[in-house]
Nanobody
């Protein structure tokens, strides 16, 4: 059974840090791409960061660049998102996403690039 399980969310004051984790299991093939998205109440889902698992190439939304770091532990099949200098506007439900398709028309920031999604972990940043 394919699973993506996020953890690490919580409440923090502005300027603080959190590290999200996403444990992947049950996939029939090696994951090619993994990413983090977020969605705040009343807003559209927003891409945060992505990583191509084979090359380790990472990409970030402008809103989080230099504050967030996406990384992976291949031995543990786990994706991380280290979040620093958190702002109230970072408050949202954060979702992990993954896919093992090697060739698609979608970019790493497009939700359609990903076939598999976790249930989400809540991040709340207070001012």
């Amino acid at each position: 059974q394919v699973q993506l399980v996020e953890s690490g969310g919580g409440s923090v004051q502005a300027g603080g840090s959190l590290r999200l984790s996403c444990a992947a299991s049950g996939f029939p093939d090696t994951l090619v791409v993994m990413g983090w998205f977020r969605q705040a109440p009343g807003k559209e889902r927003e891409w945060v960061a992505g990583i191509y698992t084979g090359t380790g190439s990472t990409y970030y939304a402008d809103s989080v660049k230099a504050r967030f770091t996406i990384s992976q532990d291949n031995a543990k099949n786990t994706l991380y998102l280290q979040m620093s200098s958190l702002k109230p506007e970072d408050s949202a439900m954060y979702y992990c996403a993954a896919d093992y398709r090697r060739w698609t028309q979608y970019t790493i920031s497009d939700p359609l690039r990903y076939d598999y999604w976790g249930q989400g972990t809540q991040v709340t940043v207070s001012s």
